[in-house]
């Protein structure tokens, strides 16, 4: 999650923001609660969440997964997106967190798209499996903790149809993945750049990395033959 991805000057920032897609008043509002919030830099930036709708419109997503809610701004971002009869499943394992999202839900008009479901993503995951929705989600995305993402990866791509789409967010982790991993690093910091390294030759998807935020990964899921 990264609360601002622009590397550029501000000025330019400010025009790419007037010329792109308007930023609706409940996310407005929403990102400027997250401003206060002690782990506000944790909330996706707009231009991110305009990047996943884009994605959603491109596929005609209407069955989306998200893994990492927050105070809910990707999701709302993406429920207000989607078509009328969409269904969004919201994974988070943080109470309070995901109490603020569902208030952003319940202002935006969206909260009748969305099932929370609050406990580690894994099992969520693997409840979704085993109520029999494999193949059946048109996007995912992670942004939940790092070090289970390979994990998280491999039950998304049972999950998401041939041809639909799983995004990654903060695969750089700041920089750290340039860094030899020390004996008090994170967890996180070896096992993404083992996962980053062999992302460009796994047959399962293809895969781009693009420098918005903190690094943010595109997997398209390849099609059985």
């Known amino acids: ?10 000025e330019l920032a400010q025009y790419l923001y ?4 308007k930023e609706p008043e409940v996310l407005q509002r929403l990102r400027e609660r997250n401003t206060g919030h002690r782990l506000g830099k944790m909330s996706l930036a ?16 209407k069955k989306y997964l998200e893994l990492g809610v927050f105070t809910g701004y990707s999701s709302t971002a993406m429920a207000l997106a989607l078509p009328a009869d969409a269904q969004i499943v919201a994974c988070d ?12 839900w319940q202002e935006a008009g969206v909260a009748h798209k969305i099932e ?18 494999a193949g059946s989600f048109d996007m995912a995305f992670i942004d939940a903790d790092k070090a289970p993402t390979p994990d998280y ?3 998304c791509l049972e999950l998401v149809r041939g041809g639909g789409i799983i995004a990654i967010d903060n695969v750089l982790l700041g920089g750290r993945v340039l860094q030899a991993a020390q004996a008090d690093s994170p967890p996180s910091v070896a096992i993404l750049q083992q996962f980053n390294q062999a ?11 693009l420098p918005v ?9 390849q099609t059985q033959d």
């Open 1 to 10: 999650m990264t609360v601002q991805t622009w590397s550029i000057a501000p």
């Open 18 to 21: 007037a010329i792109g897609p």
């Open 46 to 61: 707009p231009e991110q969440a305009q990047l996943l709708v884009w994605l959603a419109t491109l596929t005609q997503t």
């Open 93 to 104: 394992l943080n109470a309070s967190f995901t109490d603020l999202a569902q208030q952003a």
């Open 116 to 133: 929370l479901r609050l406990q580690p993503a894994l099992f969520s995951l693997q409840e979704l499996l085993d109520e029999g929705h």
């Open 153 to 155: 990866v491999d039950l």
């Open 199 to 209: 992302m460009p030759n796994d047959p399962r998807y293809v895969a781009i990395t």
């Open 213 to 221: 935020g903190d690094g943010m990964t595109l997997l398209v899921k």
